[in-house]
C-alpha cells in the first residue's frame, strides 16, 4: 500500500529562539532550519512499514517556501520514495496545510497518511485531525505503536492517564508521538540518492486551494522572565525557606 | 454572544479542567452552555450544572461518546456548536483530539492552547516551546479554542443551578473503534491539577529509585512527573512526562530532582509559583528558572530531604 508522510520544516528544536525587538515574530534569520522532530518520527514509521513490506511506496510532502525542498531531499535520503513540494511564500494556517494535504490525498489515494502531532514552532497540534475531518477518515493521534492488519490499523496513543488503543478503517490518518519509534540518521549514499529521487513542485493553485489567513497575528512577545533565585546550602536550609520564606510546606 | 464548553470527565467525574475552561469562558463573555458528552454520564452532568457561571447543560447519553473518539464527538460538536460564537475545551489529548475535527467541519480555523482572554476575538497562546507568547485576532464567525488550564483560575465547582437538558444526537461516525485502555492507577492528586509537584529525570538512574520520590510526594500530597528522558528510558509511565509535548504544570510548588532543565522541559513547568531544582551540575539550566537551587547528589539530598520534611510537617 502507499503511504503519504507530511513534513514541515521549522527552526532546529536545539536553537534558542528569541523574539523580535519590534514583536512581529520570532528572529529566523540565519536560524538553523531541520525537519519538525515528529514529522522525522513520521517518516521513520513509513520506512518501518515498508521495510516490514506492508508499505511499497512512501510518498513525502511539505508546503512552504523553496526551501522546504531541503526537509523533502533528508526524507528521501530516509527512505521516502518521491516528494511533493506545495510551493509557497506566505504563512499557511493549519487548516490550509490541512486543506492542501487532503487535495493531495484526493490525488495519490494513500492507504495511510501519517503526520507529526504537532509542529515545534505553532505548536497548534491540529493538521492531522483536520486532514483526517476532510478526508472523512479516521484518527491515530498522539500514536506510539501502529500495528496494520488488513484493512484496519490499530493504534495506541498517549493520553492523559495512561494508554488507548482504537482500530482504524483504512485508509487512516495517524499523528505521531515522541515513543512511536527512535529516527535513524540518513547516510551519506543515501544522501546522494536521495538527489535523484523524483521531487514534484505544485503550487495551491494547482491544487485548487485558496490560501487565506483567518488569524492575524497582533504581536508576538518573550514571556515574562522568572527573577533569578538563589543557592541553598543544604537540605536544611532548603526546607526552612520553603516553609518560613516561600510559605509553600 | 453564547459560548459552549465541552466538558472533560471520565464519564463518572467531572475533571477539574473543564471549571478551568468555564473561567475562560466567563472571561469572553456571553451565556455559557456546557456539553457532557459520554456514556452513563449523569453524574457528570449533575455536576457540571452546579458550577458557577453555567446557563445550560446539554446532555449526549449514549455508547457512541463513551471512549470520546474524535470521529463521533467531532461530528456532535459540529453539530451543536453552529449555533454558537465560541467553542471551548480543554487542551488535555481529548481536547486536542477531536477540536481540530470541528473546526474543520465548520471550516474555521483553531486556537490552540490560549493562556489569556484579550476580547472575544483576541487570544494570548505560548508557541515556540513557551519561549514566546503571540496575540493572535480570529476573523472566523465562531470561534473553535483549546484552553490551558493552568492559564485560568478555575470557577468554583459549587453554587450554580444551570438547567440540564438531554440531547438526542447520536453521531456514530463509523471510522474507528474503541479497542482497549491502559490507565495508571494513582492515588496521589492528579498531575496537572496539583498543587505540589515533585519530577524526576535521567539522574534518578531508574525506576525503582522514582520510590524516593514518592516518599516526598506522599509527605507532601504531591502530584509525581518525570523528564521525557526519564519516561523514554522507561523508569515511568508516559504520562507523567512534562514539557512541551507532554503536560503543563503550574503549581504552587515545582520540584525537579536529576532534571537538566531542557527548553522543552521548562515550557510545561516554568509557570509553577515556586521552583526548586535539585541537581549535582552546578551549570545546569534548571538553576536558571529555579527559586530555591541545590547543588548535590540526589541519592544524599532527596533522602535528606524526607527526613527534614518529617521534622517540620
Ligand atoms: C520535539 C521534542 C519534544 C520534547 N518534549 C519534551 C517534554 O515534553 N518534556 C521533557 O522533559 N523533555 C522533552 N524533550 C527532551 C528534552 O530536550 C531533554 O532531552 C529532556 O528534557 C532531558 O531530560 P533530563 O533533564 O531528565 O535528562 P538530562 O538532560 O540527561 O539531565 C539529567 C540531569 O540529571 C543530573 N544528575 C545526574 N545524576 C545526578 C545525581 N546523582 N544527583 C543530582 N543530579 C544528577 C545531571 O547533572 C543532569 O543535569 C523533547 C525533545 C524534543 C526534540
Ligand atoms: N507546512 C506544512 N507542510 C507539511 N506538513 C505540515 C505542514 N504544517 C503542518 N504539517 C503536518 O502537520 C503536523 C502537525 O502540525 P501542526 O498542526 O501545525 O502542529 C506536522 O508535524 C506535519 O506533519
Do not use: W
Not at chain 1, 540518492?193 to 508576538?220: H, N, Q
Not at chain 2, 459540529?78 to 474543520?104: C, N, Q, W
Not at chain 2, 507532601?220 to 522507561?234: E, I
Request: net charge negative; charged share 25%.
Amino acid at each position: 500500500m502507499k503511504v503519504l508522510v507530511a513534513v514541515k520544516r521549522v527552526i532546529d528544536y536545539n536553537v534558542k529562539v528569541r523574539v523580535k525587538s519590534d514583536n512581529t515574530g520570532v528572529d529566523l534569520a540565519n536560524v538553523k532550519m531541520a525537519m519538525n522532530p515528529f514529522c522525522e518520527i513520521a517518516v521513520e514509521e513509513a520506512v518501518r512499514l515498508k521495510e516490514k513490506g506492508i508499505v511499497n511506496e512512501i510518498v513525502v510532502v511539505s508546503i512552504g517556501a523553496k526551501a522546504a525542498q531541503e526537509q523533502i531531499r533528508t526524507a528521501l535520503a530516509l527512505g521516502a520514495d518521491r516528494g511533493i513540494h506545495v510551493e509557497t511564500d506566505e504563512e499557511v494556517e493549519s487548516l490550509e496545510a490541512a486543506k492542501l494535504l487532503k487535495a493531495i490525498v484526493d490525488k495519490e489515494q494513500p492507504k495511510l497518511v501519517i503526520l507529526g502531532k504537532q509542529s515545534i514552532d505553532s505548536d497548534n497540534n491540529q493538521t492531522g485531525q483536520m486532514l483526517a475531518a476532510l478526508a472523512g477518515m479516521g484518527q491515530g493521534t498522539f500514536a506510539s505503536e501502529v500495528v496494520v492488519d488488513g484493512d484496519k490499523v490499530n493504534v495506541t496513543r498517549e493520553v492523559d492517564g495512561g494508554h488507548m488503543t482504537v482500530s482504524l478503517s483504512l485508509p487512516a490518518v495517524i499523528t505521531t508521538d515522541l515513543r512511536l519509534n527512535e529516527p535513524r540518521y540518513a547516510s551519506l549514499p543515501n544522501i546522494m540518492k536521495a538527489k535523484k529521487k523524483p521531487l514534484e513542485s505544485v503550487s495551491p493553485a494547482d491544487l485548487g486551494v485558496d490560501i487565506v489567513s483567518r488569524l492575524s497575528t497582533l504581536k508576538v512577545e518573550a514571556p515574562a522572565a522568572r527573577k533569578a533565585g538563589v543557592k541553598v546550602a543544604d537540605v536544611a536550609e532548603l526546607v526552612d525557606k520553603l516553609k518560613n520564606e516561600a510559605k509553600v510546606i | 454572544m453564547s459560548i459552549l464548553v465541552i466538558a472533560e470527565h471520565d464519564n463518572s467525574s467531572l475533571k477539574l479542567a473543564t471549571l478551568n475552561v468555564i473561567a475562560a469562558a466567563k472571561a469572553i463573555g456571553g451565556d455559557i452552555d456546557v456539553l457532557v458528552a459520554g456514556a452513563g454520564c449523569g453524574a457528570v452532568a449533575e455536576a457540571a450544572a452546579k458550577a458557577e457561571g453555567v446557563n445550560k447543560v446539554l446532555v449526549a447519553d449514549n455508547a457512541v461518546y463513551g471512549h470520546f473518539l474524535g470521529e463521533n464527538l467531532g461530528e456532535l460538536v459540529a453539530e451543536l456548536g453552529k449555533g454558537y460564537s465560541h467553542i471551548l475545551a480543554a487542551a488535555g489529548t481529548t481536547g486536542k483530539d477531536f477540536m481540530p475535527r470541528v473546526a474543520a467541519l465548520l471550516d474555521v480555523a483553531q486556537i490552540s492552547d490560549i493562556i489569556r482572554v484579550e476580547s472575544a476575538d483576541t487570544f494570548a497562546r505560548p508557541i515556540y516551546a513557551g519561549n514566546a507568547i503571540a496575540t493572535v485576532k480570529a476573523s472566523d464567525s465562531i470561534k473553535v479554542i483549546t484552553v490551558r488550564p493552568t492559564g485560568f483560575d478555575p470557577v468554583s465547582a459549587e453554587g450554580g443551578s444551570a438547567s440540564v437538558e438531554q440531547l438526542d444526537i447520536v453521531k456514530d461516525a463509523g471510522l474507528s473503534t474503541y479497542v482497549s485502555e491502559e490507565k495508571a492507577k494513582s492515588d496521589r492528586p492528579e498531575l496537572a491539577s496539583a498543587s505540589i509537584v515533585i519530577s524526576g529525570g535521567r539522574g534518578m538512574q531508574n525506576g525503582e529509585n522514582f520510590k524516593m520520590l514518592e516518599k516526598i510526594a506522599d509527605l507532601l500530597g504531591a502530584g509525581m512527573g518525570a523528564s521525557r528522558a526519564a519516561v523514554d528510558a522507561g523508569f515511568v509511565p508516559n504520562d507523567m512526562q512534562v514539557g512541551q509535548t507532554g503536560k503543563i504544570v503550574a503549581p504552587q510548588l515545582y520540584i525537579a530532582v536529576g532534571i537538566s532543565g531542557a527548553i522543552q522541559h521548562i515550557a510545561g513547568m516554568s509557570e509553577s509559583k515556586v521552583i526548586v531544582a535539585i541537581n549535582k551540575d552546578e551549570e545546569a539550566p534548571i538553576f536558571q528558572v529555579a527559586d530555591y537551587g541545590l547543588v548535590a547528589d540526589l541519592f544524599v539530598a532527596v533522602p535528606e530531604l524526607e527526613e527534614e520534611l518529617k521534622k517540620v510537617l
